[in-house]
T-cell receptor, first 113, second 114 residues
């Protein structure tokens, strides 16, 4: 019940295209959903996050869509750039319970020039 | 304000040796989380500590692994009698004392067990 399922495992997009990564969760107690970006040899860095009281959050080219009834959320990267090539992790936590993060398996994104 | 500092960045140990991984959180952060990332996998929670206290160790293996966060100095993740299966990247993250939800990650320690 603590799992977060992420898909696809890998994604190849052309420059300027839209990258879409999906996540699904089981535990309805989760109330914080961040996305992290990780470059090779580096630690994860927070990209954008959402709480379940909103259905969408946009920051620049990055948008999270959240569907509470379906227990799903997704990351959309508009106008994808080669510099966006990285591994993306969705995660979930319960803010009042120590905030430990439960991560998805990761999506390796490659944006071709 | 320096970020989360982890050292060493790379650590090589032979089977049966001990590994000590250190994490210095950001200034003003007394909450530390340790995560393990196996090759081609996501990060898995191990332990959550707050100065001198272990808050949640539900992700820690029952044997050979321990963690501490003393009043002074960095948090330490200790792995005794390492085995090849311990080879992984170990990340720590810190959370501000002011509240909020953002965990800031260090660059990780990559442990290789020969």
């Amino acid at each position: 019940q603590q799992q977060v399922k992420q898909s696809p495992q890998s994604l190849i997009v052309q420059k300027g295209g839209i990258s879409i990564i999906n996540c699904a969760y089981e535990n309805t107690a989760f109330d914080y959903f961040p996305w992290y970006q990780q470059f090779p040899g580096k630690g994860p860095a927070l990209l954008i996050a959402i709480r379940p009281d909103v259905s969408e959050k946009k920051e620049g080219r990055f948008t999270i869509s959240f569907n509470k009834s379906a227990k799903q959320f997704s990351l959309h990267i508009m106008d994808s750039q080669p510099g966006d090539s990285a591994t993306y992790f969705c995660a979930a936590s319960i803010r009042t319970s120590g905030s430990r993060l439960t991560f998805g398996e990761g999506t390796q994104l490659t944006v071709n020039p | 304000n320096a970020g989360v500092m982890q050292n060493p960045r790379h650590l090589v140990r032979r089977r049966g040796q001990e590994a000590r991984l250190r994490c210095s959180p950001m200034k003003g952060h007394s909450h530390v989380y340790w995560y393990r990332q196996l090759p081609e996998e996501g990060l898995k929670f191990m332990v959550y500590l707050q100065k001198e206290n272990i808050i949640d160790e539900s992700g820690m293996p029952k044997e050979r692994f321990s963690a501490e966060f003393p009043k002074e100095g960095p948090s330490i993740l200790r792995i005794q009698q390492v085995v090849r299966g311990d080879s992984a990247a170990y990340f720590c993250a810190s959370l501000s004392d002011r509240g909020g939800n953002i965990q800031y990650f260090g660059a990780g320690t990559r442990l290789s067990v020969l």
